[in-house]
């Protein structure tokens, strides 16, 4: 989106300059429109930056209070697990810009995007936690959290750097937080993981094997028949 790049130049607009005005008139009016267009472009895609900043932002502080949430749930007598909060935060619809969003850098943009999608993702996943391995589920949780609201805040963090805006100074450092988080889950899951992995070979060493039928025995003899 430099000034200097020709590929946005508005060629158009400078030819008919150039047939009503004369060529040198036309490049210095051509000049003139191409960079009041590329400061409208500049203006357009801060705008919607400070915006969405502002809004992934706020989507990263409320992964982290829902892991907050989800460390101390309540848990009724006699009910095997408690009663976690299971639905990720909800993030806000993006803001209709189509001239703010074409003016923003395309990697970031559609990273930025695709963000609902992973969101989704990692509600699905969440939700299959809690169908099929229930005991991984409070690990699960803090993790698709902390990956989702680190993806927001990342996010948020390139659009104020490459959109010269101030950087955030939010009362409280939710990031950190959500990075540590996620650290204490995933060692637990994976302690977790290994002690079941541990019990389950443990247990199968403990059986007996079992003595094969008459029928298997025949089968071994007559094979061990014909290798001779």
């Excluded at 430099?2 to 300059?17: Q, R, Y």
């Excluded at 994976?190 to 019990?199: F, L, Q, T």
Aim: hydrophobic share 40%; glycine share 8%; net charge negative.
């Amino acid at each position: 989106m430099a000034f200097w790049d020709l590929a946005t130049w508005d060629w158009s607009t400078i030819g008919k300059t150039a047939f009503g005005a004369g060529v040198g008139t036309a490049l210095v009016q051509g000049g003139l429109s191409i960079y009041q267009d590329h400061k409208r472009r500049v203006a357009h895609a801060g705008y919607l930056a400070m915006r969405l900043a502002v809004m992934l932002e706020q989507y990263g502080a409320e992964c982290s209070e829902f892991i907050g949430e989800n460390s101390n749930p309540p848990h009724r007598p006699g009910e095997e697990f408690p009663e976690w909060n299971v639905s990720l935060p909800t993030l806000a619809p993006f803001p209709v810009d189509d001239d703010g969003w074409r003016a923003l850098d395309q990697k970031l943009a559609a990273q930025i995007l695709n963000l609902p999608n992973r969101i989704r993702t990692s509600q699905g996943l969440i939700g299959s936690t809690l169908e099929y391995s229930p005991d991984e589920a409070g690990e699960v949780l803090q993790i698709e959290a902390a990956d989702r609201g680190l993806e927001a805040w990342g996010a948020a963090t390139l659009l104020r750097r490459r959109h010269r805006i101030e950087p955030a100074e939010p009362l409280w450092d939710y990031a950190e937080r959500l990075i540590q988080m996620r650290g204490v889950a995933q060692a637990e899951l994976d302690d977790a993981r290994k002690n079941d992995a541990e019990a389950m070979e443990k247990l199968f060493a403990d059986v007996p094997p079992i003595a094969p039928t008459t029928s298997e025995q025949e089968v071994v003899v007559t094979e061990s028949r014909k290798t001779d």
